[in-house]
């Protein structure tokens, strides 16, 4: 998979997401759009390998998981991320509500239709939102 692959999924994700939600079905729209965010960081991980460089063996190994805490971090986008929040509060208090998703969601039932709403919400608003701040990095 590419940097191109990790966009496209990201946008699909969301997608399928928000009609998993209008659709009733509120713990699959949760689930998918943690993928989407998932799939945006992987898209900045992955735009840090330059065309026919030989990729860092730990940065590789290390990108292997879906902790969006984890992968937040092998971004390398820290200072941006500094610099944004101090200007716009709106995306830590996103982030902050974001970072509790987990694959292990999959597994899980009961989410309300507000927590899937409110997951959404923080991925995709236009100000503040974590996917619109993550595709100016990817």
């Known amino acids: 998979m590419n940097r191109f692959d990790f966009q496209r999924l990201a946008e699909l994700r969301l997608r399928e997401s928000k009609a998993l939600l209008a ?8 689930y998918l759009a943690g993928y989407a965010v998932e799939c945006a960081l992987k898209a900045c991980i992955a735009k840090r390998t330059h065309e026919h460089d030989f990729p ?5 190994i290390e990108s292997y998981t879906h902790s969006l805490k984890e992968l937040f971090r ?8 500094n610099t944004a929040v101090r200007s716009n ?6 982030w902050l509500l974001l ?3 987990s694959e292990i969601s ?4 009961g989410k309300a239709v507000q927590q ?8 995709e608003a236009p100000d503040g939102g974590i996917l ?3 595709r100016q990095r990817w």
């Open 23 to 30: 659709s009733g079905f509120p713990d699959g729209a949760y």
């Open 56 to 60: 860092d063996r730990t940065l590789v």
């Open 74 to 81: 092998l971004a390398d986008v820290k200072d941006d991320w």
């Open 89 to 94: 509060p709106a995306l830590k208090s996103n």
């Open 99 to 101: 970072q509790n998703w």
């Open 106 to 109: 999959r597994y899980e039932s």
């Open 116 to 123: 899937a709403d409110d997951l959404l919400n923080a991925i």
């Open 132 to 134: 619109p701040w993550l």
